[in-house]
């Protein structure tokens, strides 16, 4: 969308000029609306839990906003002569479990014959004007806490491979399929600065999006990543989503990699996710706590992953180890 013009408004609080996760419009001083819409094509080859990662991931955009979701339509594009219905229903079903698990309502929705199947929501929520959580509030000296392991790129196509073993699918779906509700409920307990969810990126890409938002420099350290059990060993087969190098690619100019980095790790890190986790950037002196809640709370899998290192005008990431500080 960046060919589109710019339009200013009072109450328009965050647009499309951003790289943020949703869009969030002032409807008074003490109420925003925050809209989002995501879909996309399986990532697994059951419906209903097809369904349950991609409801997961639309409601996700509000979550990393600070905002809670109120309302939800599905968007379908749906082969009906190549599926029977039945897997729709299976779909549906699993999306509904999502949206009412946030405490949200499906208020309809809109599907369309198509040759490839996809799905997803269009997502409502509301979040105080004062409170919006943008990917451009990273503060020099912040912690990066990630909240769930990545390589959701590399198993799903180890599933269309079929090459996937049956524990890393449930592991895969386990994790595609939670919620960020409680992670963003927690992080807005401790003041984060700055959020964005884990998606289409990789958390390479996500991580460049907040340098540069943010005007900061930012180190991530590969060895205290969370790997998606088999992650690594897939990638190593060459497993690895094309999108990957493009995003990769995309990013180069702003990224410096240390060079005893094994290739496999920069692959996993630009790896693209489906639902995943939120990147959290808080105040150094509460983020210990932060971390501790999350898991406490049940979010095994969150960690420290990185810091916000200096200004820097245009967003730089530094890809490198945690003891090369
Ligand atoms: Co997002
Ligand atoms: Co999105
Ligand atoms: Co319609």
Redesign the pocket.
């Known amino acids: 969308m960046a060919a589109l013009p710019v339009i200013k408004h009072p109450n328009l609080l965050v647009g499309y000029e951003t790289a943020d996760?949703a869009g969030v419009y002032k409807l008074t001083n003490e109420m925003a609306i925050v809209q989002t819409l995501?879909f996309f094509t399986p990532i697994v080859n059951d419906p209903y839990h097809f369904g349950r990662i991609a409801a997961a991931n639309s409601l996700?955009?509000v979550y990393?906003m600070g905002g809670r979701p109120l309302t939800a339509m599905n968007i379908v594009c749906f082969p009906s002569k190549d599926l029977p219905k039945e897997v729709l229903k299976e779909i549906l079903r699993g999306g509904l479990e999502k949206i009412h698990e946030a405490g949200a309502l499906l208020v309809g929705g809109h599907s369309v014959d198509d040759r490839e199947l996809k799905y997803g929501l269009s997502v409502t929520g509301i979040v105080h004007p004062d409170r919006i959580i943008t990917n451009g509030g990273a503060k020099v000296g912040d912690r990066l806490i990630l909240t769930k392991p990545i390589g959701m790129g590399v198993i799903a196509k180890a599933i269309k491979g079929k090459m996937a073993s049956k524990g890393a699918v449930n592991n895969l779906i386990e994790v595609a399929s939670t919620l960020n509700k409680k992670a963003s409920e927690i992080m807005l307990k401790y003041g984060c600065h700055a959020c964005?969810?884990v998606?289409g990126f990789g958390i390479g890409g996500h991580l460049l999006e907040v340098a540069r938002a943010s005007k900061v420099e930012i180190a991530i350290y590969v060895d205290k990543v969370p790997l998606l059990p088999g992650a690594k060993k897939y990638a190593l087969t060459g497993l690895i989503p094309a999108g990957s190098y493009a995003i990769k690619h995309f990013c180069e100019k702003s990224i410096e990699i240390d060079r005893r980095i094994e290739t496999i790790l920069i692959d996993l890190v630009f790896d693209p996710q489906t639902s995943g986790g939120l990147v959290i950037s808080l105040d150094t002196d509460v983020a210990d706590a932060c971390l501790k809640e999350l898991k406490y709370e049940g979010i095994k899998s969150a960690r420290i992953i990185g810091d916000i290192l200096s200004p820097h005008p245009k967003g730089r990431l530094k890809i490198t180890y945690s003891n090369s500080k």
């Open positions: 996760d995501d996700s955009d990393a964005t969810d998606t």
